[in-house]
Every structure is written in C-alpha cells, then in structure tokens.
C-alpha cells in the first residue's frame, strides 16, 4: 500500500526536526561551560565586592555576640495608673498615667477588689502577649 502525500510530509518534518535537535546537542556539548573555573567574589572590610581573597580575616570574639532578643530594659518599679475596663470574668485594663498605656491585669493579681475608675499602683511584667500589671493596690 502506498502512502499518501500527508504522511509523507509528517515524516519529512519528522527527519527534519531530528536533525535540528542533533545539531543543537553538539552545539551545546561544544559550547559546554561548567567544567570550567568559575570567578569567585570576595567582600572586603568595608562591605565591597572584590576579586582578590583577603589577606587578614578578622577574629570574631563569639562571646561578643548576642543571640535572640534584645534584653529588655529595666523600668522603674511602681507605677500608677486609672483601671478604665474591668470584666465580670476577673480581667481588665488599667491606663497608665505617664504614657497612657494600656496594661492588661486578672483580678488574681491584685492585692485589694478593684472597680472600673478606681486609682491603682501597680508593677509591669512582660507577658507572651504584651505587658501585664501585678501587685495591684488601691491607691487613696
């Protein structure tokens, strides 16, 4: 059986593009880079970029170096503020009155009952949250 004028073409463009893709294949097997030395970069002591390795690394003292937060600074111990929200469920918030602040607090934490509008001492505490007020008292 003879083959038709279509199929013929399809298998011309077949050939066709087989010869492209071994044409491209020795090309790039020719023109292959990667066996070959790559330029580095290095960055100096102040921060440029430069061909040459540097001569003199600098020793970094590991004890110099601080991992994790920074520490927290110390706050004065006492202060003052207005609770301006208290809950039926025991939390609240009290304002402070230097930098109107709000501080969270639990009625477990305080040492008298205290009530919305009430003047109160209290000391700051770092919480996951945020701040939190302990050592509540009621200041007359």
Not at 53 to 80: C, F, H, M, S, Y
């Amino acid at each position: 059986m003879a083959d038709s004028f279509s199929k013929k073409e399809n298998f011309k463009k077949k050939i066709a593009k087989q010869k492209e893709k071994a044409i491209r294949r020795e090309d790039r097997k020719n023109n292959n880079d990667k066996g070959k030395e790559s330029e580095f970069m290095y960055v100096d002591a102040y921060g440029r970029l430069t061909s040459t390795p540097p001569e003199e690394r600098l020793e970094v003292n590991l004890d110099d170096i601080q991992l994790g937060a920074a520490p927290i600074e110390a706050e004065e111990a006492v202060k003052t503020g207005i609770v301006t929200f208290f809950s039926e469920k025991g939390y609240g918030f009290i304002t402070e009155d230097g930098n109107k602040e709000n501080v969270f607090f639990h009625s477990n934490n305080c040492v008298h009952l205290v009530k919305k509008g009430n003047k109160v001492s209290f000391e700051k505490e770092r919480s996951p949250k945020g701040y939190s007020a302990i050592n509540i008292q009621l200041i007359k």
